[in-house]
């Protein structure tokens, strides 16, 4: 089992910039991609970005593509999610998450989530 906590979410202005962090915990090494998703308010949870932890390869939804970077520290198992040029549209609850291969079993566990709230 992963655990996975998140940080770093705030209130920002529009054209700012904003770190998230998410450290995971627990049988890290069965994990082989983390990510992020949001939920904005009466919205569905949408994919931001991920990334492969052996190889680093990223990908991005294209709302985000050129503003957002995902990047890892394997020696500290955490992913970081670096946003710039935040817009009003980025508000949402940010979500972290672990994908997992366990004893042939594939798994997803998710952090509890970080406020992100982008000011016109």
């Known amino acids: 089992q992963v655990h996975v906590v998140e940080s770093g979410g705030g209130l920002v202005q529009a054209g700012g910039s904003l770190t998230l962090s998410c450290a995971a915990s627990g049988r890290t090494d069965s994990a082989y991609t983390m990510g992020w998703s949001r939920q904005a308010p009466g919205k569905e949870r949408e994919f931001v970005a991920t990334?492969?932890?052996?190889?680093?390869?990223?990908g991005y939804a294209d709302a985000v593509r050129g503003r957002f970077t995902i990047s890892r520290d394997s020696t500290k198992n955490t992913v970081s999610l670096q946003m710039n040029s935040l817009k009003p549209e980025d508000t949402a609850v940010y979500y972290c998450?672990?994908?997992?291969?366990?004893?042939?079993?594939?798994?997803?566990?998710w952090g509890q989530g970080t406020q992100v709230t982008v000011s016109s």
């Open positions: 990334i492969y932890l052996r190889d680093g390869v990223t």
């Open positions: 998450s672990a994908e997992t291969k366990e004893d042939d079993f594939y798994r997803s566990y």
